[in-house]
């Protein structure tokens, strides 16, 4: 079954499949960490293919095609069946599973589960602890992948499960060779660039610390006349927090979504990205990882990263060097960037270290390789 007037190839019955993706976003490929992760799930399982419930299908699937005509033809849209030949299911996100989870128990095929912060996921919340018992004593679990040691804690010492049944693997998984060699970086006397990239999951933004930065930016501008500008990419605009003196398309430039290679241009000219997250703002236990997807890209190009760590997530950057720890305050923000600025040259050394050692912890090999040795490993026996 497939989207009236679609050319996807339908999945069917007959279809033989050694790993099957169950998702609800992709292949859309704003996601750029489920396009890294799924394409290299198909180079390593040849009879690996994706099922998306993705309510824009249609319309996100032929710019995918487009750039990865070798991965095309293994993705349809899930039409309600899992094919009776299918060895193994894997889905990203709690959300994800808790939809699919019917139809992998109806058909009886083992799964493994990669559980992200977000995506439903939430610590000591009533609705996220049902949706996790419900998997992990599901007879067809097989195996969950965490990617930070919160979430790790959490599984093992809430559910019980042992560590033979977790693999951990710190963070997300990356596209590096979408990160240039030799980044190149704005001069001490260009004006001061900042970012702030993440996408809406409330109005205002509070749990992203959307506010925080627009207020940060706007008292910089009174501190710094005619050298701020300010670029915002995801689902933002002039009606999120009020401006000030921020003038549109002068001091601050609203991008929308956006994919590569935007990012490598916009990366290139900026100085650095301000992440000011609050944790339990979209309900109980509710967090994001350390650092996000966004972060994680702005830095693999050269930008130094201002971020709060309201979880205390962080045990591989160092503070001060890689990366400058804030608060989730208008005051912690400003004073932060104006004493990395009375250094000559500073900003450019952050952003340099913390280049360096992402791309040491982060490059796609190191973050697949365990993801991939889990679900080669994982047979039809608990």
């Not at 207020?215 to 605009?237: E, S, T």
């Not at 900003?347 to 796609?364: K, N, P, T």
Request: glycine share 8%; proline share 7%; aromatic share 12%.
């Amino acid at each position: 079954m497939k989207p009236a007037g679609s050319d996807v190839a339908p999945m069917t019955e007959e279809l033989s499949c050694r790993l099957l993706i169950l998702d609800d976003f992709f292949p859309n490929l704003i996601s750029g960490f489920r396009v890294a992760e799924f394409n290299s799930l198909f180079r390593a399982f040849p009879r690996s293919r994706c099922a998306s419930i993705s309510p824009e299908f249609l319309t996100v699937y032929p710019a995918y095609a487009n750039r990865y005509p070798e991965f095309a033809d293994r993705i349809s849209f899930f039409g309600g069946d899992i094919p009776r030949a299918t060895d193994l299911v894997y889905c990203v996100g709690l959300n994800t599973l808790e939809f699919y989870r019917p139809f992998i128990e109806l058909r009886g095929v083992p799964f493994v589960l990669e559980l992200y912060p977000g995506f439903g996921m939430r610590l000591d919340d009533a609705e996220s602890d049902r949706a996790l018992d419900a998997a992990i004593h599901s007879q067809w679990f097989r195996k969950v992948i965490v990617t930070q040691a919160i979430t790790f804690d959490y599984v093992q010492r809430r559910f019980h499960l042992p560590a033979s049944e977790i693999v951990f693997k710190y963070c997300g998984v990356f596209d590096d060779s979408l990160w240039p060699d030799h980044p190149r970086r704005p001069a001490d006397d260009a004006p001061l660039r900042l970012g702030f990239v993440a996408n809406k999951y409330r109005p205002g933004g509070l749990d992203k610390g959307y506010d925080v930065f627009i207020d940060a930016a706007r008292r910089l501008k009174d501190l710094l006349p005619n050298r701020v500008r300010c670029h915002i990419v995801g689902p933002w605009g002039p009606g999120d927090r009020p401006l000030g003196s921020l003038r549109p398309g002068r001091d601050i430039f609203f991008h929308g979504y956006q994919t590569w290679p935007f990012f490598s241009t916009l990366y290139s000219g900026i100085d650095a990205v301000v992440s000011p997250n609050r944790a339990h703002l979209l309900g109980r236990g509710s967090f994001d990882g350390f650092p996000t997807a966004a972060v994680v890209d702005a830095m693999a190009c050269g930008v130094a990263a201002f971020l709060s760590d309201p979880m205390s997530l962080n045990h591989e950057l160092r503070v001060g060097r890689e990366f400058v720890l804030i608060e989730s305050e208008v005051d912690a923000v400003v004073e932060a960037i104006m004493r990395v600025l009375r250094t000559p040259g500073e900003m450019a050394r952050i952003g340099e270290r913390g280049r360096l050692r992402v791309r040491r912890l982060f490059d796609l090999e190191s973050q697949m390789a365990p993801r991939i040795a889990a679900l080669s490993t994982v047979g039809s026996g608990r």
